[in-house]
């Protein structure tokens, strides 16, 4: 779930990193600052047949409810940013925040092909 147009608010400043709860959560958002984020766009589902791929800001507010359905669920997060633009502080893992800031290759259009043979 999303709500449309909140990576135009800039980042929020008040959102909790949580770092005792399981699964993917990494931030809590204070009820208050999400119902002002919400006011208007509302909170919009995104949805799609397995496979979907949802390519959003990094700054907009986001979050999943737990899988409630018999089948797993796999969530893959890929941030991407301009390879002059490094991070400055790693307070997080490695495989959070990679301290590789090499740039991005394109690779051939058989390039999954690969990893079948």
């Given at each position: 779930?999303?709500?449309?147009?909140?990576?135009?608010?800039?980042?929020?400043?008040?959102?909790?990193?949580?770092?005792?709860?399981?699964?993917?959560?990494?931030?809590?958002?204070?009820?208050?600052?999400?119902?002002?984020?919400?006011?208007?766009?509302?909170?919009?589902?995104?949805?799609?047949?397995?496979?979907?791929?949802?390519?959003?800001?990094?700054?907009?507010?986001?979050?999943?409810?737990?899988?409630?359905?018999?089948?797993?669920?796999?969530?893959?997060?890929?941030?991407?940013?301009?390879?002059?633009?490094?991070?400055?502080?790693?307070?997080?893992?490695?495989h959070h925040c990679?301290?590789?800031?090499?740039?991005?290759?394109?690779?051939?259009?058989?390039?999954?092909?690969?990893?079948?043979?």
């Amino acid at each position: 779930m999303i709500v449309p147009g909140s990576h135009r608010s800039g980042l929020v400043h008040d959102a909790n990193d949580n770092r005792e709860a399981g699964g993917y959560t990494l931030f809590t958002i204070p009820p208050a600052t999400l119902a002002r984020l919400a006011d208007g766009p509302g909170i919009a589902a995104q949805l799609g047949p397995a496979g979907s791929v949802l390519i959003c800001h990094s700054n907009i507010v986001h979050g999943s409810s737990n899988n409630i359905t018999p089948w797993p669920r796999t969530i893959f997060y890929l941030n991407l940013a301009a390879s002059d633009n490094p991070p400055t502080i790693f307070k997080r893992a490695e495989h959070h925040c990679t301290r590789d800031w090499s740039p991005i290759e394109p690779l051939g259009e058989d390039c999954l092909l690969e990893l079948i043979n």
